[in-house]
């Protein structure tokens, strides 16, 4: 007996491997693998969300409206034109689902979020990898591979897990060179840390024209990963077409309240920005003195270079690391295995990853 067969593209998915977020016979870790934000949620969003546990047997408000207005308020952006998800990689699978298909080419670059080659598989489209000789994401390489199949570029800004971004004007270029037809989704999921004044989150493109989209997300500054709340401003039409596809009540209540606080609480998002902007060039010089090189960073986390050496790889790190409880990022999955992601926590975990890595360097 045959039993159905999966849509073509579904069996070439390779499964998501999420960062690790515990160790076997260890109750209390160090967890620098997900970059989350490393302050936590805003004591209002708790808060809020507490309070909405007392409403749990209702369905959700669908249309997130009190969220949106939140969203619009703090960004200065037309709610109408903001759309909810449970996370933003629902709304980056759900543009796919609009926007792609059988026979089509999703683009994206070399050392792009492993989410966008899963995303496109799914909607059976051939995901293409531009080249990216220096970790960063260029411009002319993308243009170059688009194709009269291309539908979708995605392109995080800054991107995971390398932490390097793309100037404003350079976003402006790429979008000018691009078909009309060509989506353009900017995934602007680390934007509130980044701290140059070259740099834009994308809304100012998507304002532009009817084919840009920007996402973010409430799971890294935030602090609300565990919730599942991301979102995407869009051209109407763009928000049209998202709305048909996004499940009915999608966003749970508790999480629209949590989020909806977290957007008030502009004090706690203005720590958290400061606390990265410490304490991300802080790990990068320790890190320096150890020898061990970073990609340049504008994100919440640095991509660490380890020796090719017997006994000090990589792999041997993280081994080394474990050990002593504190998970960082394998980046394997992302084409970098002589590489590990370590997001920006604490200052206790910042120092206390620093001593492993200087005892462990020697
Ligand atoms: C670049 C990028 N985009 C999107 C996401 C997904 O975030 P969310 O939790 O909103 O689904 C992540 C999470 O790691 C990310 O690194």
Redesign the pocket.
């Known amino acids: 007996m045959t039993g159905p067969t999966p849509r073509p593209g579904i069996m070439e998915i390779e499964l998501y491997v999420p960062g690790k977020s515990k160790l076997a016979g260890r109750r209390k870790t160090i967890k620098l693998s997900?970059?989350e934000g490393a302050l936590g949620p805003s004591p209002g969003a708790v808060k809020a969300y507490r309070r909405a546990a007392r409403g749990i047997e209702r369905y959700p408000d669908g249309q997130c409206t009190e969220l949106r207005a939140a969203i619009g308020h703090r960004h200065g952006l037309d709610p109408r034109r903001i759309l909810c998800g449970a996370?933003?990689?629902?709304i980056?699978y759900n543009l796919a689902r609009a926007y792609a298909g059988l026979g089509d080419e999703i683009l994206f670059s070399h050392y792009a979020?492993t989410?966008y080659p899963i995303i496109a598989h799914s909607v059976g489209a051939a995901p293409v990898a531009a080249p990216e000789p220096e970790f960063t994401a260029e411009i002319d390489a993308l243009l170059a591979r688009v194709s009269a199949k291309t539908r979708i570029l995605y392109l995080?800004n800054p991107?995971?897990p390398t932490g390097t971004y793309v100037a404003a004007d350079e976003m402006k270029r790429l979008r000018a060179g691009l078909r009309e037809d060509v989506l353009l989704v900017v995934?602007s999921?680390?934007a509130e840390f980044v701290v140059r004044n070259d740099y834009s989150a994308g809304a100012e493109l998507v304002d532009a024209g009817a084919n840009t989209v920007m996402?973010r997300?409430?799971?890294?500054i935030h602090g609300l990963?565990a919730l599942?709340?991301?979102w995407a401003y869009c051209p109407p039409a763009i928000h049209d077409a998202l709305d048909r596809l996004r499940s009915p009540f999608g966003v749970s209540a508790p999480a629209q309240a949590a989020g909806a606080a977290a957007m008030e609480d502009g004090a706690h998002i203005a720590k958290a920005r400061d606390h990265n902007a410490a304490w991300l060039p802080w790990l990068r010089d320790r890190l320096a003195e150890l020898g061990l090189a970073c990609v340049p960073s504008a994100a919440n986390f640095l991509l660490v270079r380890f020796p090719d050496a017997d006994g000090k790889r990589a792999a041997d790190a993280n081994r080394f690391l474990e050990k002593r409880g504190i998970i960082v990022r394998d980046t394997t999955v992302y084409h970098v295995p002589q590489y590990l992601r370590i997001t920006i926590g604490r200052e206790d975990e910042m120092r206390a990853v620093v001593r492993a890595l200087a005892e462990f360097m020697g």
């Open positions: 997900s970059n996370g933003s990689d629902e980056l979020y989410m995080a991107n995971n995934d999921a680390y996402t997300t409430f799971s890294k990963a599942r709340v991301g």
